[in-house]
């Protein structure tokens, strides 16, 4: 992954993504209780910055040689079930999630993502990496913890892998819907 938010984050093969859904909650859960850095930095696993935590919890074999119903279907398949595996087991914590458009995001500013589309400047990370990649998220509010986990499928252009994305964030980045 790489820090520049205008840019898809690498997800190469062997990456260190987690095989099993447990495993990406306790991903999602490590990545809930650390503290937000004052830099960003990339552990190959999590990407961190002020106010967010950003995670490919499983990506799909890259699209280059063979973009054909018969390769890439198989693929969305498996990401959107794992998304519907992990969203039941969030939904059972923090009830129903909230469905978040991340398009308004990409209206407007320098950067590719302005805040709401309103001109209100560039919209804060997890945001502004989310909104390159999907067209809408799943959040839930963590009750007393003053973030939300967000959980998407992306995916930077159609030759690259399907992303199963998830992030953390400070509650200020998302006003309450």
Request: proline share 9%; aromatic share 6%; glycine share 12%.
């Amino acid at each position: 992954m790489t820090p520049d938010n205008d840019s898809a984050p690498d997800a190469p093969e062997g990456c260190g993504a987690p095989a099993h859904t447990e495993d990406r909650l306790a991903l999602i859960d490590h990545a809930l209780a650390l503290p937000f850095p004052a830099g960003d930095g990339n552990t190959g696993v999590r990407d961190s910055g002020p106010g967010h935590h950003f995670l490919i919890l499983q990506a799909t074999q890259d699209f280059w040689d063979d973009r054909s119903a018969e390769v890439v279907e198989p693929a969305e398949q498996e990401i959107e079930d794992e998304f519907s595996r992990l969203a039941t087991e969030l939904t059972e914590r923090w009830a129903e999630p909230e469905t978040v458009e991340l398009w308004p995001y990409l209206e407007g500013g320098e950067d590719g993502c302005e805040q709401g589309g309103e001109g209100g400047g560039a919209a804060p990370e997890p945001l502004s990496r989310l909104c390159n990649l999907a067209g809408s998220m799943q959040v839930w509010r963590v009750p007393g913890s003053g973030r939300w986990v967000g959980l998407a499928v992306g995916q930077a252009d159609p030759e690259f892998p399907i992303w199963l994305l998830a992030a953390v964030g400070a509650d200020s980045a998302l006003p309450a819907g």
